[in-house]
């Protein structure tokens, strides 16, 4: 099968002829179909300071159709189109421990552990491939998939996933003001499809890049674009003028070096409100003990996704509540790696790429 491959920290990513999986106990086997680029692939396959457990297939999630199943797996059926979720958990209910497959990504405190090391090892392989060996709870049966007309979209289930289960962290109601810190990103524009589709009376779409914000307000009536400048007060106040104080502020900024808009949206929060993080701030943050118990407030970390919470994405899609027709799509073969990274790379707002292997 051909793979997008990496032998080593300093050897480029290639498309490479890689053995094809062997099915193992709790473990399928699925063709893949499509599946996300991101745009920050580029400098994790790149440097030789993010260590990837190589060598390795690179990849983490997508969509795919099951070729072949263990005797021990029953969530699954061989022809199942099925989401594809990277994140491997060890099991252990008083200290989980989890590793991203295909990235090695450490979950948790980010420590190295035997347990780790194992996983990392039995489930090194992603998703850029044409084929890929999952363990069974990191697949989900998309009932009805088949009928999609258009697969290629589907990659995108992933960030919706992700997006998500932020938005689901967050406990938003319908008809709360939900806030989107970094909605311009692709995990952002992901969060305001989710946040509409569960009820939101407004959304407010916070970002730097006025065109991106422009389609974000095309998308429905119920968004209001807010164009960041970085002064903390400043924005707080933007927030609170368009929609009054939201219920929920989710931070979806990608590679951030600076807390100020984070720092606004807890600013504008209201009380008894919920911040959710699952974004990329580079710092950490001085959240004011005091205003936090007086407010009530409750601050909660989001990675990754459950399997209920991407079925639920899933059937949104189904129902026409959420519409991947307002995606912007390029696709892409599993030929050439690097021009399609390149092209990821370039891809900003409510856009993506998909790979077709």
């Given at each position: 099968?051909?793979?997008?491959?990496?032998?080593?920290?300093?050897?480029?990513?290639v498309c490479a002829e890689r053995p094809d999986p062997t099915c193992l106990p709790g473990s399928v086997i699925v063709d893949v179909r499509a599946v996300h680029v991101p745009a920050y692939l580029m400098a994790m396959v790149d440097s030789t300071d993010i260590p990837l457990p190589v060598p390795l297939v690179l990849g983490a999630g997508g969509v795919g159709v099951v070729r072949e199943k263990a005797d021990d797996v029953f969530n699954v059926d061989v022809g199942d189109v099925v989401a594809l979720d990277c994140l491997v958990e060890s099991g252990d209910t008083d200290y989980p421990e989890?590793?991203?497959?295909?990235?090695?990504e450490i979950g948790g405190r980010g420590l190295e552990s035997d347990v780790v090391d194992a996983m990392r090892t039995q489930w090194r392989d992603g998703t850029m491939a044409q084929k890929a060996r999952l363990p069974k709870e990191a697949v989900t049966r998309l009932p009805g998939a088949e009928h999609f007309d258009d697969p290629g979209r589907l990659a995108f289930l992933t960030w919706l996933g992700i997006a998500g289960e932020g938005v689901e962290q967050s406990g938003q109601q319908p008809g709360d003001v939900v806030a989107i810190l970094g909605a311009t990103g692709q995990m952002g524009g992901a969060a305001v499809l989710v946040a509409l589709a569960k009820g939101a009376s407004r959304v407010v779409a916070l970002g730097r890049n006025q065109a991106a914000l422009e389609k974000l307000a095309t998308l429905d009536a119920r968004v209001v674009?807010?164009?960041?400048?970085?002064?903390?007060?400043?924005?707080?106040?933007?927030?609170?003028?368009?929609?009054?104080?939201?219920?929920?502020?989710?931070?979806?900024?990608?590679?951030?070096?600076?807390?100020?808009?984070?720092?606004?949206?807890?600013?504008?929060?209201?009380?008894?409100?919920?911040?959710?993080?699952?974004g990329g701030v580079r710092q950490d943050i001085p959240f004011p003990y005091g205003e936090v118990l007086r407010r009530r407030l409750t601050i909660r970390g989001s990675r990754m996704y459950r399997s209920e919470t991407v079925l639920s994405i899933w059937r949104m899609i189904e129902a026409g509540l959420i519409d991947l027709g307002k995606v912007g799509m390029v696709e892409v073969g599993i030929d050439d790696p690097k021009a399609a990274i390149e092209t990821a790379t370039k891809t900003t707002g409510l856009n993506f790429v998909s790979l077709r292997p």
């Open positions: 099968m051909k793979a997008w491959y990496k032998e080593s920290l300093k050897a480029p990513l989890d590793v991203l497959m295909g990235l090695g674009p807010v164009r960041l400048t970085g002064d903390i007060d400043q924005d707080a106040a933007a927030i609170t003028a368009v929609a009054g104080s939201p219920h929920v502020v989710i931070d979806t900024m990608g590679d951030a070096n600076s807390a100020n808009p984070l720092l606004a949206g807890f600013a504008a929060l209201r009380d008894s409100g919920t911040l959710v993080l699952m």
